[in-house]
């Protein structure tokens, strides 16, 4: 059973950017889609972007523009690139391998100045 571990998150200021990193701990090249979700406290959780095996990209609106979804199969490895970060981006990130019911720990991402 493949296992994914988010991390990357931090604290950083509006407009700031960040690299999260889903590194998996066996391949991923089988797997079609890699995912990224986010869940503040008390909401339910949202899809952010998703990166399928022939690196076609797919993000929220919220996001759009922003955020940056890319894959490396030979590191097992899904990255999130976010420029321009907004309080509203605040929020505890997770990768997702949605074929195959896989989820993260997660990683908590805060904005604020």
């Known amino acids: 059973q493949v296992q994914l571990v988010e991390s990357g998150g931090g604290l950083v200021l509006p407009g700031g950017s960040l690299r999260l990193s889903c590194a998996a701990s066996?391949?991923?090249?089988?797997?079609?889609?890699m995912d990224w979700y986010r869940q503040n406290p008390g909401n339910e959780r949202e899809f952010v972007a998703r990166?399928?095996?022939?690196?076609?990209?797919y993000y929220s609106e919220s996001v759009k523009g922003r955020f940056t979804i890319s894959r490396d199969n030979a590191k097992n490895t899904v990255y999130l690139h976010m420029n321009n970060l907004e309080s509203e981006d605040t929020a505890v990130y997770f990768c997702?391998?949605?074929?195959?019911?896989?989820w993260g720990q997660g990683t908590q991402v805060t904005v604020s100045s």
């Open positions: 066996g391949s991923i090249a089988h797997i079609n889609d």
């Open positions: 997702n391998a949605p074929f195959y019911g896989l």
């Open positions: 990166v399928s095996s022939g690196d076609r990209t």
